[in-house]
Structures are given as structure tokens and as C-alpha cells.
């Protein structure tokens, strides 16, 4: 709990940037929420990309915590800004360019097309600062220093709310921007965050001690290889998961801005609770990558399944609030009386999948803290391309079901992923003494001995 309640607030500061734009957006009317949710839903795809190659770090970092090897952890660190950089910028652009045609391909409907391009294109500008950002938060969560990302994802809040304000509205002489100025506020809060934790990361005494003059200072191929070996499944596996709620948010943006604009809300909703059980999820990366590196095989179990029960526990919760309040939630978003009555059905069905969602995030997170990321990312593709989103198309679109029929698809593929993760945690933790290895390289991916047979 101590270090989960810092790795969640941290998330829901993450998702606080989010939230934000949506809220300042439906003041603006319909149009302006959904062009920014279908940018939003865009975006998300290179979001995703970075975040998971660099949960590389967690691991990597926690184990050679637990097993007392700190000193290797500066030149590690210095080989992810390297890639969080190259990453970045391949991003930014591809962001740039292929966003505004992704959103021509998925026929979103064209009224909403420039100012999804708008959104889009400014946004993109984030993505460098991004990757940087996310590098330093992998150093110091593995360092269970979970508080430092907290508060610079506070401060990056307290930059990107004056500028959403400023831009999208126009205010203090700068014309409105709509779509365009939330994009623009969200980069300009990323580079923010990026530059301050840089600086913090050096500069504190509490990261001395990590060998800084150590290692290559210029980019090592097999340490670069090493990160994206163990980040590259990971960053698969999220962008299955994202990319099924993208799709569904770009599919759904056939059906018109007032579809569009109470999905996004119901969304928002599901993604701010989601943050508690994915900030315990980082938690277990590290738990877990801890015991790993000091060779606790029961150590591993114990926190594997101590986190998922946490996480299970608190989406019970939200399951609760999202059944019985749904009006009350809605209604904090927007006043349109269409908008409200699509947001609460929908919100019923986020309720419906709030239990799968907290155990299969809880349940990825401690299979990454062993590092086994490849059958995750196979079960990822089952779960939600070759269940969910088949499901969600056809109850949609072939049975007319509309937006409650792709909801009802994002039911099935969290409910297959959460039982098949779960059931490969429960597995691999049960092999005991050989599931621990005494020298793990920090960017190694170990097979596991039920694989190896």
C-alpha cells in the first residue's frame, strides 16, 4: 500500500490531463468533444507505443534493485533516454502525418475530420517529451520512488490547465483555438514534465549511488536491443489493449457527434477508475521484480496475488458507483440531454467490465515482473482481436446494436484477457525455487522452465 497509493494518485494525474480536456471540451459543445475524443482516441495508439517499450524499465531497474546491483542502474537509465528519444521523434512524426489519414480511413464523420487533423497534429509535438518523461518515471518506480512521479505529474497539471484554458476558449488575448488548443496545452505540459523530472533525476541526492559515470555514454546497441526485447512484447500487448478501445471509439465515430461525444464521456469515466488498479499494477512490477532479483520464489507469489486482490477489491468499487449513480457521473461532464442519456447506458456496460479490467492489468503486471512478456502479448491478441473486437463489430454494425453493441464486445475481450492472465501468473508462480535466477541480466527476458519444457 505505501507504495501503491503514490503509483495510483501518480496515474490518476496521468489521466487528470485527459479528463480536463474532455470537461473543458463539452462546455464547448458536442462537436468540440467529439472531435477531441476521436483525437484523443488517435493519439493514444503512439501514447500507448512509448509508455509500453519504456515498462522495460520497472523491471529491469527492481530487479537489479533486490539483488543489490544499484550501481548498474545510471548506465541502464542512460541507453533508455537514448531510446526514449529515437522513439519519440519516429513517433511524432508518424503521429503527425498517418493521424488525420487514420481518421479518414475509419470514416469518421466528416464534419469532425478537421478538427480531429487540428488536434491531432498539435498533440503530436508531445510525443519526445513524452517518452523522456516516462523513462525517468521507470527509473524511480523501480527505485520504489513512486512519490517523485506524483508530484511531476502534479505540476504538469498545474501547466496544462491554465493553457487548455487560455487556448481552447481564447482568453487573455490569444484567439480560441477549440480542438487545436487542447492538443497544443498537452504538449507543451509533457515537454514540462519531461525537462523538471530530467533535472530532478540528476540533481537529487536520493539518485546518487546509480554508477552515473559508468557505463557507454553513447548509445549501445545490445543494451538498446536488450530494452526493446523486453519492452517490445509489452508495448504490443498494451497497444492490443488500446487499440481495441481506439477502434471502438473510431468506429463508433460513424454514428454521429452525439454518439461520439457520450462514448467519450462513459470512457473518460471507465479510464479514471482504471488508473487505481494500473497504478497497483506498476506496484506489482516492482514487488514482484524485487523478489525476483533476491531469489524469493514465495516472495513472488505473495505479491503477484496480494495486488491482484487489491485490484479486484477496488474495481468492485467502481462497479458499485457506475450502477447505481450513472446519472450523477454523466452529468458531471455535460448538460445535453442526448449526450446523458447515451452516456448512462453506456456506463452501465463500463460497470459490467470493471472486475475483468482490474484483474487483468493486475494480473500483467506481475507477469512483467518476471519479465515473460511474449504469451501475454499472444493472449492480448486472442482476447481482444480475436473475441472482442469481432463481437463488438457484429452485435454494432450486422445486428444494428450501435455503440452498446461494441461495449458489449469490450466485455468479452477484458473478460477472456483477465481469466487467461490470471491463469498464467497462477501457474508460473507455483514452479517454486526455478522460477528465481541468481544473475538476471537487467534487460535479459528470462524463459520460464514451463516454457522451456
Not at 492538443?183 to 546518487?208: K, S
Request: hydrophobic share 55%; aromatic share 6%; net charge positive.
Amino acid at each position: 500500500m505505501r507504495l501503491a497509493l503514490p503509483l495510483v494518485a501518480a496515474q490518476l494525474t496521468a489521466v487528470g490531463g485527459n479528463l480536463i480536456d474532455v470537461v473543458m471540451a463539452g462546455h464547448l459543445g458536442a462537436h468540440t468533444l467529439a472531435a477531441v475524443a476521436v483525437g484523443a482516441n488517435i493519439w493514444s495508439l503512439p501514447l500507448m507505443a512509448i509508455i509500453g517499450v519504456m515498462m522495460a524499465m520497472p523491471p529491469s531497474v527492481a530487479q537489479l534493485d533486490g539483488a543489490r546491483r544499484r550501481g548498474e542502474v545510471g548506465a541502464l537509465f542512460r541507453q533508455a533516454v537514448w531510446l526514449a528519444l529515437v522513439l519519440g521523434v519516429v513517433l511524432q512524426q508518424a503521429l503527425y502525418w498517418g493521424g488525420p489519414a487514420l481518421a479518414a480511413a475509419m470514416r469518421v464523420d466528416p464534419a469532425l475530420q478537421d478538427d480531429v487533423r487540428a488536434f491531432v497534429r498539435a498533440v503530436s509535438w508531445g510525443a519526445p517529451g513524452l517518452a523522456l518523461f516516462v523513462a525517468c518515471r521507470g527509473l524511480s518506480d523501480g527505485l520504489s520512488m513512486p512519490r517523485v512521479s506524483l508530484v511531476v505529474g502534479l505540476c504538469g497539471l498545474v501547466v496544462q490547465l491554465p493553457l487548455v484554458w487560455t487556448l481552447m476558449y481564447g482568453r487573455l488575448g490569444v484567439p480560441a483555438m477549440g480542438a487545436a488548443g487542447a492538443g497544443a496545452a498537452n504538449a507543451v505540459a509533457l515537454w514540462a514534465q519531461a525537462l523538471a523530472y530530467l533535472a530532478y533525476v540528476r540533481l537529487a541526492r536520493r539518485f546518487a549511488g546509480l554508477g552515473w559515470e559508468s557505463g557507454r555514454r553513447r548509445p549501445d546497441a545490445a543494451a538498446l536491443f536488450g530494452l526493446l526485447r523486453l519492452g517490445g512484447p509489452i508495448a504490443v500487448a498494451v497497444l492490443l489493449e488500446v487499440g481495441m478501445f481506439s477502434a471502438t471509439g473510431l468506429l463508433v465515430g460513424r454514428l454521429g457527434e452525439v454518439i461520439v461525444a457520450a462514448h467519450q464521456v462513459a470512457l473518460n469515466v471507465a479510464s479514471i477508475t482504471f488508473m487505481v488498479p494500473l497504478g497497483i499494477a506498476m506496484t506489482i512490477t516492482v514487488r514482484v521484480g524485487n523478489a525476483v532479483g533476491r531469489g524469493d520464489a514465495v516472495g513472488v507469489r505473495r505479491a503477484g496475488m496480494v495486488g491482484i486482490g487489491m485490484a479486484g477489491c477496488a474495481q468492485a468499487l467502481s462497479c458499485i458507483a457506475m450502477l447505481t449513480v450513472p446519472h450523477a457521473i454523466i452529468a458531471l461532464y455535460t448538460s445535453d440531454p442526448r449526450v446523458l442519456g447515451v452516456g448512462v447506458a453506456l456506463l452501465g456496460f463500463a460497470g459490467v467490465f470493471q472486475l475483468s479490467d482490474g484483474i487483468q492489468v493486475a494480473s500483467a503486471g506481475a507477469l512483467r515482473g518476471l519479465k515473460d512478456t511474449r504469451l501475454p502479448m499472444a493472449i492480448t491478441l486472442f482476447a481482444y482481436w480475436g473475441a472482442g473486437m469481432p463481437i463488438g463489430w457484429f452485435l454494432a454494425f450486422p445486428m444494428g446494436m450501435g455503440a452498446q453493441g461494441m461495449w458489449m464486445g469490450l466485455v468479452v475481450g477484458l473478460s477472456c484477457a483477465a481469466v487467461l492472465l490470471f491463469a498464467r501468473f497462477h501457474r508460473l508462480s507455483r514452479l517454486g525455487a526455478g522460477l528465481c535466477r541468481d544473475a538476471i541480466d537487467p534487460v535479459a527476458q528470462p524463459v520460464p522452465a514451463a516454457d522451456r519444457r
